[in-house]
C-alpha cells in the first residue's frame, strides 16, 4: 500500500550503487494480470524465500510504501511485508484473518501497483490475523488503525484483490480514466 503524504521522510538513505539490487525484482503494475490471480500457499518458508523477503522490504522503502505483497512483484505466493512509520517491519507469511471488529473506519488509500490513483476506502478497524513470520515462527497479532488497513490491503493482492474493487463501479471508472501505466519500473 501507498501512503499519500509526501512529508514522510524515508527511513533509510539508499546510496546509488546499491539501486543495482533492484535489478532482479520490479514492481507489477495495474492492469498486469498477475495482480488478480490468487496467490499459492507458501510450503518452503527457507533462505530463499528470506532472501527474496529481504528484497521486497528494500523495494518498499525505496518506493517510499508501506505495505508490499508478493504478487506485486510477480511472485504467486501467499506472504506481504509491512512498515507503517517508524514501527519495525512485519512480515506475514500465509497469513489468515481470524477476528474482526464490526467497527469500520474509511481512509484514503493508494496502492504502489497503481500510482497515482487514490481513494477512501472502508475497512474493519480492528483485526486480529494469524501467519507465520520470516523464521518460520507463527505469531496472531491484534492491530488496529494503519497497520490493520495496510494488512488487509496486502492480504486482499494475496486474492487477486485490489483497493479498486471495494469502490462503486462509477467511482472506479472515473478514477481509472486518470491511470497511466508507468513506462519503466522503480527507476
Ligand atoms: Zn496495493
Redesign the pocket.
Known amino acids: 500500500?501507498?501512503k499519500k503524504s509526501t512529508n514522510q521522510t524515508p527511513d533509510i538513505a539508499i546510496p546509488p550503487s546499491d539501486l543495482g539490487t533492484l535489478d532482479d525484482i520490479e514492481i507489477v503494475y495495474y492492469p498486469d494480470e498477475v495482480l488478480r490471480q490468487p496467490a499459492a500457499t507458501v510450503k518452503d518458508m527457507g533462505d530463499s524465500l528470506r532472501a527474496t523477503i529481504d528484497r521486497m522490504v528494500f523495494l518498499m522503502r525505496h518506493a517510499r510504501g508501506i505495505?508490499l505483497?508478493a504478487p506485486?512483484v510477480g511472485i504467486l505466493e501467499r506472504f506481504f511485508v509491512v512498515q507503517v512509520d517508524n514501527d519495525p517491519v512485519y512480515v506475514f507469511i500465509n497469513p489468515s484473518i481470524v477476528g474482526t471488529s464490526h467497527e469500520t473506519g474509511v481512509y484514503e488509500e493508494g496502492?504502489?501497483?497503481?500510482p497515482g490513483l487514490y481513494a477512501d476506502v472502508k475497512r474493519p478497524s480492528e483485526i486480529q490475523v494469524q501467519a507465520w513470520n520470516e523464521n518460520g515462527r507463527p505469531f496472531t497479532l491484534n492491530a488496529d488503525g494503519m497497520l490493520a488497513r495496510v494488512i488487509l490491503?496486502?492480504l486482499?493482492?494475496l486474492n487477486g484483490v485490489?483497493?479498486l474493487d471495494h469502490l462503486s463501479d462509477r467511482k472506479r471508472e472515473k478514477l481509472l480514466q486518470k491511470y497511466r501505466k508507468p513506462e519503466d519500473s522503480t527507476r
Open positions: 500500500m501507498e505495505g505483497a506485486q496502492c504502489l501497483s497503481i490491503h496486502e486482499d493482492h485490489l483497493f
